[in-house]
């Protein structure tokens, strides 16, 4: 207890920090020329209940936390008793079984992450030598839920980073000054002394070609993301400097087909079922965000289901009108499971607003997905806490692409041939690894679509708004259930999601939103209005074809890229303010 009570006079906590889920930040290096606090303030949305930081000679944590579980007593970094000390953005969905397990340990929060602290503590507490990242993973692997965390011993000088078998929550880490930093977000590096963030050339075209950003790259030039699902180890050198020394990587995601039987569509919507079970978990209350498709209405309805008759449950849809089919469709579910079904609408001048947002927060190019912030901006209205379907379209084959890998790998090798990428230069063949359903599927799960794309759109959309945002699809349960259909019973010809229909029929739909067929987000919902939007920007189009010479082909192609670069450009790399104007910051982005 001596060492966590003189650890604990460390940690240092400001309340109410603006009103804008969690984010963290850490600094490893023998001279850390700042407080972690400094980069932890350009995560406030993250974070709006508390911030807090803790400090010794060689390294720096802050925390800005979002309260879900463990409202009262949760504060971040959260020391352990044997002097480890953790900052955290997690749901940890098995907690309480931890806590069970460890009968004998005297907690010191209800938080759920101190789970990981004290499943760190049981398995290094005999430890002379400082553990690998292999050797981390045992205890790593036991945690259920949602994660990415960074975790301090003191004892090594050893750094611990991880993050969730599908990088639902991001973490992302430069090397500079002989230090290690380390952060939610990247806008919080504009904070590194003699850093400067910068548009990675290289990762853009191959953003562009395969329209995600691949494995741990990023957008920004020496900025990295912890893999997904990955544990890295850095520790202080002899001359005081970070350094990785070892990574863990998971096994990559593959289909092991079994066959089909009477009972598997009821084993597959149980594994779904226990999943969104486990995602209620929580000191508040949750909702759900219902666009009108399988996914999302399966997960009200099972949502639903498990919460009984304690309350009305809250569902969210935006839509750019009342006559929009998704939008059709989701009030038609809310109506059928009686939901308090809230519903907004996007005009032209709240999608400019909400494309600067989602430049912003994104830290992406894509302007096609506007809905997703004002989406979450209603959640955040009242909730804290909201259930989602992504992970679906991945793992049961929902994208049209799914029905013609090989034309995809074909597309995308075309959109390279435009960019001018020659072969040599290509990562990954793309004609290759589309060549048939499997492969094309665990690539999208394994090396980017699903974490860089699909979930940090959730991810920082929701956190730019406080809202914490689970995803039943990505249960445990339920992706072994998905890794055992054979291909046959994900997509047959046009049919997707042939397995999750049959299994839909066992949960309170109407059988035609079950039958529903799949409808591209974005341009789906608010498809006048991107045209729109477009209509007014040849100007923009045009000057950046201009700045870009050798991306003018592309951006005659898809104009709606030039504009998301001049918006990138001018929010993060020339650092504009975003409450500026739409049209203001695409003119300045455009400009010499």
């Avoid at 553990?131 to 004892?155: C, I, K, N």
């Avoid at 940090?456 to 990505?474: I, K, N, Q, T, Y």
Wanted: with cysteine; aromatic share 6%.
């Amino acid at each position: 207890m001596v060492v966590l009570n003189r650890v604990l006079r460390k940690v240092h906590k400001e309340q109410d920090m603006g009103h804008t889920m969690c984010g963290i930040a850490a600094v490893l290096g023998a001279d850390v020329p700042l407080d972690a606090k400094d980069l932890v303030r350009h995560l406030m949305h993250r974070g709006p209940d508390a911030v807090s930081n803790w400090t010794d000679e060689w390294c720096s944590l802050a925390h800005a936390r979002l309260s879900i579980v463990g409202l009262d007593n949760g504060t971040q970094p959260m020391v352990g008793y044997h002097g480890a000390v953790l900052t955290a953005n997690c749901e940890i969905y098995n907690h309480n079984a931890i806590r069970q397990e460890l009968i004998g340990r005297s907690w010191l929060t209800d938080s759920d992450a101190e789970a990981i602290l004290a499943l760190h503590e049981q398995h290094t507490s005999g430890s002379r030598t400082p553990p690998t990242a292999e050797q981390h993973r045992a205890w790593v692997s036991r945690l259920d839920g949602m994660y990415a965390f960074t975790l301090w011993d003191p004892r090594h000088r050893q750094m611990i980073l991880a993050r969730d078998r599908w990088g639902i929550k991001p973490l992302h880490r430069v090397e500079s000054s002989s230090c290690l930093w380390v952060a939610s977000e990247a806008k919080a590096f504009r904070e590194i002394p003699g850093f400067t963030l910068r548009l990675d050339s290289h990762v853009l075209l191959e953003r562009l070609a395969w329209e995600y950003c691949l494995d741990d790259t990023t957008l920004f030039a020496d900025v990295k993301q912890v893999p997904q699902g990955g544990i890295e180890v850095w520790e202080i050198s002899d001359a005081g400097e970070a350094e990785l020394v070892s990574v863990a990587l998971p096994s990559p995601f593959s289909f092991v087909p079994l066959p089909w039987t009477d009972g598997s569509s009821k084993e597959m919507i149980a594994s779904l079922r226990s999943s969104v079970r486990d995602r209620l978990m929580a000191d508040v209350d949750v909702g759900v965000v219902l666009s009108g498709g399988l996914d999302s209405s399966l997960v009200a309805s099972l949502a639903v289901e498990a919460s009984g008759d304690v309350e009305r449950m809250t569902a969210w849809t935006v839509s750019e009108s009342e006559d929009n089919p998704d939008y059709v469709a989701a009030v038609e579910v809310a109506q059928h499971l009686d939901l308090n079904h809230r519903a907004s609408f996007i005009d032209d001048d709240g999608l400019d607003s909400a494309i600067v947002d989602l430049v912003h927060h994104g830290e992406d190019l894509d302007v096609t997905v506007a809905f997703f912030h004002p989406l979450f901006q209603e959640v955040g209205h009242s909730h804290k806490v909201a259930l989602c379907g992504q992970g679906a379209d991945e793992l049961h084959a929902g994208y049209p692409r799914y029905s013609g890998p090989s034309e995809h790998g074909a597309s995308v090798s075309t959109r390279f041939d435009i960019l001018d990428v020659p072969e040599s230069a290509r990562r990954y063949d793309s004609v290759y690894v589309c060549r048939d359903l499997d492969r094309i599927q665990c690539f999208d799960l394994n090396h980017g679509q699903l974490s860089n794309f699909q979930l940090r759109l959730v991810d920082r959309h929701s956190m730019a708004h406080g809202v914490e945002v689970r995803v039943p699809f990505l249960g445990a349960t339920h992706v072994s259930s998905a890794a055992r259909l054979g291909g046959d019973m994900r997509r047959h010809g046009a049919g997707e999601k042939v397995a999750l229909r049959a299994a839909a029929t066992h949960v309170d739909l109407p059988p035609h939103i079950i039958q529903r067929p799949k409808l591209p987000a974005g341009r789906s919902t608010t498809p006048s209005l991107l045209e729109n939007m477009l209509d007014g920007a040849e100007d923009i189009v045009e000057s950046m074809s201009s700045l870009h010479p050798h991306l003018a082909s592309f951006f005659s192609i898809e104009p709606e890229t030039a504009i998301g670069l001049a918006l990138f450009d001018a929010l993060h790399i020339r650092g504009a303010s975003p409450k500026s104007d739409f049209w203001d910051l695409a003119q300045e982005g455009c400009s010499r």
